[in-house]
């Protein structure tokens, strides 16, 4: 089992940055790719960004590439989504996920722990 905690969202100004924090606690966190998704009002949830056990390959949506990053501390058991230049329609909750597989993967279905969320809301 792994639990997964996510913290740092906020309201931000439109062009404004937040870095979201997700602390994972149970089994090996360097055995899980993890990913970050979000869920806008009355939309499906998303993929944003994933990485793999090591933090040496990552992948975004063409959405946010260039302006999120997405790392991992395995030390710390955290993984961070640094968010640049947001945009008002990004605001949602954003989820942190754990996979059970060394690479990563952009598939909802594939993950089989999730945090409960933060919210993000970007003001015009």
């Known amino acids: 089992q792994v639990q997964l905690v996510e913290s740092g969202g906020g309201l931000v100004q439109a062009g404004g940055s937040l870095r979201l924090s997700c602390a994972a606690s149970g089994r090996i966190f360097s055995n899980y790719a993890m990913g970050w998704f979000r869920q806008a009002p009355g939309k499906e949830r998303e993929f944003v960004a994933t990485?793999?056990?090591?933090?040496?390959?990552?992948y975004y949506a063409d959405s946010v590439k260039g302006r999120f990053t997405i790392s991992r501390d395995n030390a710390k058991n955290t993984v961070y989504l640094q968010m640049n230049s947001l945009k008002p329609e990004e605001t949602a909750v954003y989820y942190c996920?754990?996979?059970?597989?060394?690479?990563?993967?952009?598939?909802?279905?594939?993950?089989?722990?999730w945090g409960q969320g933060t919210q993000v809301t970007v003001s015009s």
């Open positions: 996920a754990a996979a059970r597989t060394n690479s990563y993967t952009v598939y909802a279905r594939r993950y089989d722990y």
């Open positions: 990485i793999n056990w090591s933090g040496v390959s990552t």
